[in-house]
């Protein structure tokens, strides 16, 4: 029997506004390229791209996945609050007039905020006229109702995607390695279907993602810093002019100490602020993609009191630095084996900390026991799901003997449920 997602008449309509404009997805198993330097306890580094494990710590050797998720912070700038929702990807259009997009308050006389609502700008807004926030709250869009989504499978997506999702990532096909493996030759195969598909199914597209220390071009490391600085304003430039409507994007994957791009000194290395060259990867993604959701995604954030606070001071630099960030994405990876209430601690710590939403970006259950899965399952998406400042949940894969981690699946290839799946299922009503 064909599911469908029940939301509030609200937010359908206002869900069905947003994508007027269109949405847009990653697909080997394996999330990761070469070493992934795990320097969390109990979770490890990231596997190849063609998905042996990398050199994370002892623990969890090659565990972590890198990050879909984070989503967006959006209040309106010309009025009260445009963007209540909870979405991490589905960042409408900010600043643009008309109905508020996301649910919650509207902007003073019906219309959100002005041209100053873009995060960063600090104009004007044209309704209200209100000042622009200078890059915190107000920007990114207006994030829709908080969804649950997933990722492509081996690179695809399969037929019965929407039966079950309201939002994609691409696993492997948004990643620079993928789309330009040879300088200036890009394939945009992979990406244009999961966007295609977004748009054509009414669902966010979040882009995984621009810049991290795995699975970028081979040919970049031996660039001069000049022609290295080129190329990632290039590759940030050609996405977002191919896809202006995407809602969600994951700029900057897994931060030092998990990772660390070849070409960060051409970016402005450490600087001021210690993450100078996160502060432009931002900087870039907010003016080729004004209207995305910027998000900074990592993980063992919510499993690990040290990675939490570490994250906390990276978002906390580049805030001060003018990086027009608009949430956290929060893997996940590892939470399953952690108390739920700690988990809801860490991902608290994250918002009240930084002023921004979370979005889970990479769930999985890595449980081989199916009655045990399910009671993870329950309790720790309960807790995201009731939580005010998780905004959108991605789970990473679902199709078992497919996914990154080998117990995650959720149903078989034939589209058999395990009980995680079908509890999760009744609980969305889907």
Same mark, same amino acid.
């Given at each position: ?8 008449s ?37 596997? *190849? ?24 912070n ?5 009025? *009260? ?8 990807t ?7 007039g ?20 873009a ?19 107000g ?48 394939n945009w ?35 001069s ?9 290039e ?44 502060v ?14 910027l998000?900074l ?66 769930y ?16 720790q ?49 889907r």
């Amino acid at each position: 029997m064909k599911r469908s997602c029940r939301e509030s008449s609200l937010e359908l309509v206002l869900l069905g506004a947003l994508f007027l404009t269109g949405c847009s997805s990653d697909a080997t198993s394996s999330e990761g390229g070469g070493t992934g330097g795990a320097t969390s306890a109990g979770y490890g580094g990231y596997g *190849t791209s063609g998905g042996s494990p990398g050199s994370g710590d002892a623990s969890n050797a090659g565990a972590s996945g890198g990050g879909a998720g984070a989503g967006g912070n959006a209040s309106a700038t010309g009025g *009260t609050n445009g963007a209540g929702g909870v979405a991490q990807t589905n960042g409408g259009v900010p600043g643009t007039g008309g109905d508020g997009l996301g649910g919650a308050d509207v902007g003073a006389g019906g219309v959100p905020s002005g041209s100053g609502g873009a995060p960063g700008d600090g104009g004007a807004g044209s309704s209200g006229g209100a000042a622009g926030s200078g890059g915190s709250a107000g920007t990114g869009g207006a994030p829709p109702a908080k969804f649950c989504g997933n990722i492509t499978t081996q690179g695809k997506v399969r037929s019965d995607f929407a039966t079950y999702w309201d939002q994609i990532t691409p696993e492997n096909e948004g990643k620079w390695g993928s789309v330009e493996g040879t300088r200036n030759q890009m394939n945009w195969k992979g990406l244009d279907a999961v966007h295609d598909y977004a748009v054509q199914h009414g669902i966010p597209f979040k882009q995984h993602n621009f810049v991290w220390g795995n699975q970028q071009p081979g040919w970049i490391g031996s660039l001069s810093q000049a022609d290295q600085r080129a190329e990632v304003e290039e590759w940030i430039r050609l996405f977002c002019e191919r896809y202006p409507d995407t809602q969600m994007i994951d700029v900057v994957n897994e931060p030092p100490p998990h990772t660390t791009p070849s070409y960060t000194a051409a970016l402005g290395g450490a600087g001021a602020s210690g993450y100078d060259w996160i502060v432009q990867a931002f900087q870039w993604a907010h003016q080729y993609c004004p209207n995305s959701i910027l998000i900074l995604n990592d993980y063992n954030t919510i499993e690990y009191g040290n990675d939490n606070s570490h994250f906390i001071d990276i978002v906390q630099r580049i805030q001060k630095a003018g990086a027009p960030i608009h949430a956290i994405g929060a893997q996940a990876h590892a939470a399953f084996n952690v108390p739920t209430d700690t988990v809801k601690g860490y991902i608290d710590a994250l918002a009240s900390s930084t002023g921004l939403p979370v979005y889970i970006s990479e769930y999985d259950i890595n449980v081989a026991d199916d009655g045990q899965q399910k009671n993870v399952m329950e309790s720790q998406f309960t807790m995201f799901w009731t939580d005010p400042n998780v905004k959108g949940v991605t789970l990473w894969g679902y199709v078992e003997g497919a996914t990154w981690l080998t117990n995650t699946g959720l149903i078989s290839s034939a589209g058999q449920e395990r009980p995680a799946m079908t509890w999760l299922m009744q609980y969305l009503n889907r």
